[in-house]
Each structure stands twice: as C-alpha cells, then as structure tokens.
C-alpha cells in the first residue's frame, strides 16, 4: 500500500534561519505530490506540488520542494523562516487509478524561536 | 469569491448519538471530499461524492455516510457516536470527480464525543 512517511514530529528552528521538512512515499511509477499547511484553527493549505517535470518546484510563501525519485523523497525546504511559519506541515501523495484520494503524512510542527 | 465552507465549526455530542456535517464546495466546483483529522495525525480520505454519488470510500465504517446535493454542497452523517470519532472533520472541494486537481479545503468541524 502507498504510504507517505514524515520522520520529524516537531523540528524548531530560529527566525531567519533555513528550513528543511522531510517526506518520503513509498514507491509509486508515477507520484502525484503535494505540501500543505495547516495552522491552528484552519483547514489545510496548499504550498506546493509535483506532478512531472522539473524537479525543483516553487511554492508560495517562498517555500520550494525537490523531487527526488532515487530516494523517494520530496523534501520541503525554505531559506530563511519567519515567524508566522509556525505551523503543521503535511506531505501528501494522490493514489492514480482512483477519485482523487490523497495519502497525507502524520505531518512536521514546525516551532520557530524568536 | 467564496472558498470551502463548512458548518457548525464546532459541535458536541454523546456517545450514540448521531451528527450531520456540512460542507459547500468552492465556487465552480463539483467533487466533495471528506476527511477526518484526528488529533495529532494527518487528515484520513472517508469517501469522495461526484455526480451525486459516492465515488471512492476509504476505510471507514458504514456508520458514516454522505450525500451531496444537485448544487454540489455535501453532508457527513455519522451515526452511533463513539469517543474515537472525536476528530476535525475537513471537507475539500475540486473539479471534476477522478484526476491529480488541487483539492481546496475548508476550515473543517470539530466534533467532540463525551
């Protein structure tokens, strides 16, 4: 079964300072990718996606994500955090062959010291 | 331009009782999908409803319901509460029933089970 694996639970990092959230899904021919953002008392926001193409692929808020297929992996990275970046962070894979259903990960807090 | 909607944001129930969730999709819109956040984890697919009927079902029990509407809006019936339903329960909007298209979500309910 595919599967979306997010090894940090929570990762804190000072403000300025450059983020990298990890994912990796397991093996799909054709991975369908996405990061949302969740902060407290919201629904989920859509920063970014990869669907084919170039790798590196840029989201809003100045995040970007690389897709890596040798590793199984799209990271999401951001070079310098501000503050209102606290939030959840969940990776997500969309299962082709069916309606559009979406395998997210258990999701990154993200805490940003001042 | 209206989003997601979701309605009543918050709700309180007992065990064995029944709730309705509701959800209008984004402007333009016609697939609803449903999905259930417990606390801690990242959001799990219960089903998707395009055309007016259930298209993709994840695995969840038949307790839980849906239905959408001929004007695309949807409701989540759960019945026979238990206290493992407790949960923010997130409604997304897209288009076109199957495919990889961006998924627009709402703020979500929070319902309580006591």
């Known amino acids: 079964a595919q599967s979306v694996t997010q090894p940090d639970i929570h990762i804190t990092v000072s403000e300025g300072a450059s983020l990298e959230l990890r994912c990796n899904y397991s093996y799909g021919a054709t991975p369908y990718l996405f990061w949302y953002v969740q902060s407290p008392g919201q629904g989920l926001q859509l920063l970014l996606k990869?669907?084919?193409?170039?790798?590196l692929v840029q989201g809003i808020k100045g995040f970007e994500a690389e897709f890596k297929r040798s590793q199984s992996s799209f990271n999401l990275r951001k070079p310098s955090v501000h503050w209102s970046d606290a939030a959840e962070y969940f990776c997500?894979?969309?299962?082709?062959?069916?309606?559009?259903?979406?395998?997210f990960g258990s999701g990154t807090r993200l805490s940003i010291r001042p | 331009d209206a989003g997601v909607t979701q309605s009543p944001t918050h709700l309180i129930k007992t065990r064995g009782q029944q709730v309705t969730l509701r959800c209008s999709p984004k402007s333009g819109h016609d697939t609803v999908s449903w999905y259930q956040q417990a606390l801690g984890q990242g959001p799990q697919f219960i089903f998707q409803y395009y055309e007016e009927e259930e298209r993709q079902r994840g695995n969840f029990p038949d307790r839980f319901s849906g239905h959408q509407f001929p004007n695309y809006s949807s409701e989540l019936n759960v019945n026979a509460l238990l206290l493992g339903d407790s949960a923010l329960y997130l409604c997304?909007?897209?288009?076109?029933?199957?495919?990889?298209?961006?998924?627009?979500f709402g703020p979500g309910t929070r319902l309580t089970v006591l």
């Open positions: 997500a894979d969309f299962l082709t062959g069916s309606a559009s259903k979406i395998i």
């Open positions: 990869y669907f084919s193409g170039d790798t």
């Open positions: 997304a909007s897209s288009l076109g029933g199957g495919g990889a298209g961006e998924q627009f």
